[in-house]
Nanobody
Framework: QVQLVEAGGGLVQAGGSLRLSCAAS????????MGWFRQAPGKERELVAA????????YYADSVKGRFTISRDNAKNTVYLQMNSLKPEDTAVYYC???????????????????WGPGTQVTVSS
C-alpha cells in the first residue's frame, strides 16, 4: 500500500512560481511512474507531467513545456513539480498519482494510475 500527500499549492499572480511536492509512503520500485495531473472545473483530468521513479524519462504536456519541471528525490520518496511563468489557465486542483504497473512506460490516462493524493489547489490570478 502506498500513500501520497501533496503540498505546495496556493494563490499566485500570473507570471509567478510555485513548487508542488508529493511524498510517497510505502514501498516504491524503479519501474513505477509518478504523474502530476490537474483538473479545472468542468474539465477532464489531464496529465501535465510524469517521471519514471528511476529517473531519466519525463513527459510534459504541450501546455506546460518550458514552464514546468518535474523531478524526484528517491532518498526522500518525493516528486516535485516546479511551476514557473504561471498563467491563469493553470488554475486547477493538482494531483500526484502513482502508476505501479507502468514497467517504466509513462501512460497518459488517469485510469492507469493506482494511487492518488488528495489534491492541492493552485490558483493563478490575472
Amino acid at each position: 500500500q502506498v500513500q501520497l500527500v501533496e503540498a505546495g499549492g496556493g494563490l499566485v499572480q500570473a507570471g509567478g512560481s510555485l513548487r508542488l511536492s508529493c511524498a510517497a509512503s510505502g514501498r516504491t520500485f524503479s519501474s513505477f511512474v509518478m504523474g502530476w495531473f490537474r483538473q479545472a472545473p468542468g474539465k477532464e483530468r489531464e496529465l501535465v507531467a510524469a517521471i519514471r521513479w528511476s529517473g531519466g524519462t519525463t513527459y510534459y504536456a504541450d501546455s506546460v513545456k518550458g514552464r514546468f519541471t518535474i523531478s524526484r528525490d528517491n532518498a526522500k520518496n518525493t516528486v516535485y513539480l516546479q511551476m514557473n511563468s504561471l498563467k491563469p489557465e493553470d488554475t486547477a486542483v493538482y494531483y500526484c498519482a502513482l502508476d505501479t504497473q507502468a514497467l517504466g512506460v509513462i501512460r497518459m490516462t488517469p485510469g492507469s494510475y493506482t494511487y492518488w493524493g488528495p489534491g492541492t489547489q493552485v490558483t493563478v490570478s490575472s
